[in-house]
């Protein structure tokens, strides 16, 4: 059973840093294009801002470039993604998923972001 579980947000000021997680279970993970989606209002559909590959290749979103980083834990079977700078834009619920989007989503972990 695949299974999704978002983790790391909180409620933080401009500037700081934060690092999401998320611990995937049930997935061809090693090999699997990765990504973590956000959406500001839960009626919106979810952007696509960072992708990593199986090999390691990645992808940012032009607005969350030089401060959006994404990383992934084959062992732990975890992807990661590092937010440094964080601004209030950034305020939102964060989801990973297959590139692809096509799996059932998590919860997600929600960022708040405070000036």
């Known amino acids: 059973q695949v299974q999704l579980v978002e983790s790391g947000g909180g409620l933080v000021q401009a500037g700081q840093s934060l690092t999401l997680s998320c611990q995937t279970s049930?997935?061809?993970?090693?090999?699997?294009?990765m990504a973590w989606y956000r959406h500001h209002d839960p009626l919106e559909l979810r952007d696509l801002v960072a992708s990593i590959t199986g090999g390691g290749s990645t992808e940012y979103e032009d607005s969350v470039k030089g401060r959006f980083t994404i990383s992934k834990g084959d062992a732990k079977q975890t992807l990661y993604l590092h937010i440094a700078s964080l601004e209030t834009s950034d305020t939102a619920a964060y989801y990973c998923?297959?590139?692809?989007?096509?799996?059932?989503w998590g919860q997600g972990t929600l960022v708040a972001v405070s000036s």
């Open positions: 998923n297959f590139k692809e989007g096509i799996l059932p």
């Open positions: 049930g997935l061809p993970f090693e090999s699997r294009h």
